[in-house]
């Protein structure tokens, strides 16, 4: 028995890229009666799409990293815990 083949990595940039060529490309086809006719390059537009999806990823991680966490620094040893929940005099 062979082992079963390990499947490789999926890239999120190419999955996101694929997700907007195929928007893109429905966006830009014509379907008539006898035929279907892109309005647009198909080539062009799987370029913009791995561009669009870049950028998207780009501004993703700003955001992400714009909404962690501020101080690192904290050191949680030195905190008493137990007295946070004590009624102040």
Do not use: H
């Not at 990823?57 to 909404?67: F, G, I, K, L």
């Amino acid at each position: 028995m062979s082992a079963p083949a390990k499947a490789s990595p999926r890239d999120p940039a190419a999955d996101l890229a694929a997700q907007i060529y195929i928007e893109l490309i429905c966006r830009n086809v014509v379907v008539t009666d006898s035929a279907a006719q892109i309005k647009a390059n198909p080539e062009n537009l799987a370029k913009i799409s791995f561009k669009l999806a870049e950028a998207f990823q780009r501004v993703s991680a700003e955001v992400a990293q714009e909404s962690g966490p501020k101080n690192q620094s904290f050191d949680m040893q030195g905190v008493d815990l137990a007295s946070w929940n004590t009624p102040k005099p």
